[in-house]
């Protein structure tokens, strides 16, 4: 057996290793997250909670106090859900926004959309503040997302079409304009900014069931999706013209997957605020452990980024002092990681 087959073979059980630990731990983390809390409910519970709402046989409830029952499945279980879909949202779309725009540091905010839902969440909070309506942030936050991409586009085909220079400039630009509108509006808030502040740093507090409602059909919808075209994401990593000589109409799948990209980070942006870092580093990580194969990197990336906000958010409830914004720990312990994964890199370059 040659070298050649070995670390083939190496590689192959490093692979299967991390999707197999994976599928394990992102089950066994609902089931500790839900018992977590200032009242710790055993994981046994926990399960008969779930088996027994899930399933609707009362039998698994017996000998569990209503109270017990209504903090884990109507208070815990749909903030841990929305942590998964976010999670897996921004990883996946960390994940296309590389892709496409054949950038290693692109994320879901590369283009603004992210911003754009900022925008919109924090426009709808302070019209709330100032003239007690109940403007509802996230579909105002979608809504803004949404007239983000739509410029964005529209900027980018004023040049030489839909070329990740130009996407990626038009999204700076509007990026910095919208950010320029979320300071005003901060400035104008007055007293009243910690509320903004608050959102705008990513949180999972006093998530519902109308959140994961909100969540899971978009981005489950538009995850099956992109799984489905893989192989074209694939070839677009290549550039347009590779792609198109193998075959892939490589303007309307950067189209496709610039929308399915966009809808899945404003859906999360518009119910957890901004989380950074997970659409950065998830892809990443999985690109040098496990393969840089989109098929597998998509699934897996969702897989992860689901695992990564959950374990985050559980971390922030443990050692919180108080409803500690759970963007505000991606972006500190994401921050530093990075830059150390940079620089390993580039020294294993120059090597």
């Given at each position: 057996?040659?070298?050649?087959?070995?670390?083939?073979?190496?590689?192959?059980?490093?692979?299967?290793?991390?999707?197999?630990?994976?599928?394990?731990?992102?089950?066994?983390?609902?089931?500790?997250?839900?018992?977590?809390?200032?009242?710790?409910?055993?994981?046994?519970?926990?399960?008969?909670?779930?088996?027994?709402?899930?399933?609707?046989?009362?039998?698994?409830?017996?000998?569990?106090?209503?109270?017990?029952i209504s903090i884990v499945f109507d208070l815990r279980l749909p903030r841990i859900l929305c942590a998964a879909l976010a999670g897996a949202a921004l990883a996946a779309s960390g994940v296309i926004f590389q892709a496409i725009l054949q950038?290693?540091?692109?994320?879901?905010?590369?283009?603004?959309?992210?911003?754009?839902?900022?925008?919109?969440?924090?426009?709808?909070?302070?019209?709330?503040?100032?003239?007690?309506?109940?403007?509802?942030?996230?579909?105002?936050?979608?809504?803004?997302?949404?007239?983000?991409?739509?410029?964005?586009?529209?900027?980018?085909?004023?040049?030489?079409?839909?070329?990740?220079?130009?996407?990626?400039?038009?999204?700076?630009?509007?990026?910095?304009?919208?950010?320029?509108?979320?300071?005003?509006i901060k400035t104008a808030s007055g007293e009243n900014v910690g509320a903004i502040v608050f959102w705008l740093m990513g949180s999972l507090s006093g998530r519902s069931w109308n959140d994961v409602l909100l969540l899971a059909p978009s981005?489950?919808?538009?995850?099956?999706?992109?799984?489905?075209?893989?192989?074209?994401?694939?070839?677009?990593?290549?550039?347009?013209?590779?792609?198109?000589?193998?075959?892939?109409?490589?303007?309307?799948?950067?189209?496709?997957?610039?929308?399915?990209?966009?809808?899945?980070?404003?859906?999360?942006?518009?119910?957890?605020?901004?989380?950074?870092?997970?659409?950065?580093?998830?892809?990443?990580?999985?690109?040098?452990?496990?393969?840089?194969?989109?098929?597998?990197?998509?699934?897996?990336?969702?897989?992860?980024?689901?695992?990564?906000?959950?374990?985050?958010?559980?971390?922030?409830?443990?050692?919180?002092?108080?409803?500690?914004?759970?963007?505000?720990?991606?972006?500190?312990?994401?921050?530093?990681?990075?830059?150390?994964?940079?620089?390993?890199?580039?020294?294993?370059?120059?090597?």
């Amino acid at each position: 057996m040659n070298n050649i087959t070995r670390a083939f073979i190496a590689k192959r059980k490093t692979r299967l290793s991390i999707i197999a630990l994976l599928c394990i731990m992102l089950p066994l983390a609902l089931l500790f997250s839900a018992g977590l809390g200032a009242m710790r409910i055993p994981a046994g519970d926990v399960a008969r909670i779930l088996l027994g709402k899930l399933s609707g046989g009362e039998d698994f409830l017996r000998g569990i106090s209503g109270g017990n029952i209504s903090i884990v499945f109507d208070l815990r279980l749909p903030r841990i859900l929305c942590a998964a879909l976010a999670g897996a949202a921004l990883a996946a779309s960390g994940v296309i926004f590389q892709a496409i725009l054949q950038n290693p540091l692109a994320d879901p905010y590369t283009l603004g959309i992210s911003t754009g839902a900022a925008f919109g969440a924090t426009l709808a909070i302070f019209l709330n503040m100032i003239m007690s309506l109940t403007l509802p942030a996230p579909l105002f936050a979608l809504a803004f997302a949404a007239l983000t991409l739509a410029a964005v586009l529209a900027i980018a085909n004023r040049g030489a079409g839909l070329v990740k220079s130009n996407l990626i400039m038009a999204g700076i630009i509007l990026s910095a304009i919208l950010q320029a509108g979320v300071s005003f509006i901060k400035t104008a808030s007055g007293e009243n900014v910690g509320a903004i502040v608050f959102w705008l740093m990513g949180s999972l507090s006093g998530r519902s069931w109308n959140d994961v409602l909100l969540l899971a059909p978009s981005i489950s919808a538009a995850l099956v999706i992109a799984f489905a075209f893989s192989r074209d994401l694939n070839l677009l990593s290549l550039g347009l013209r590779s792609a198109e000589s193998l075959g892939v109409n490589a303007k309307r799948a950067r189209l496709l997957y610039l929308l399915l990209g966009s809808v899945i980070t404003a859906c999360s942006v518009s119910v957890c605020g901004i989380i950074g870092f997970v659409g950065l580093i998830v892809p990443h990580l999985l690109r040098f452990s496990v393969s840089s194969d989109n098929r597998l990197l998509l699934p897996l990336a969702a897989l992860a980024g689901a695992l990564l906000l959950i374990l985050a958010d559980d971390a922030v409830r443990l050692v919180g002092t108080g409803e500690t914004p759970v963007g505000a720990l991606t972006t500190l312990l994401g921050g530093p990681f990075f830059i150390y994964i940079f620089i390993r890199r580039n020294g294993a370059a120059r090597e």
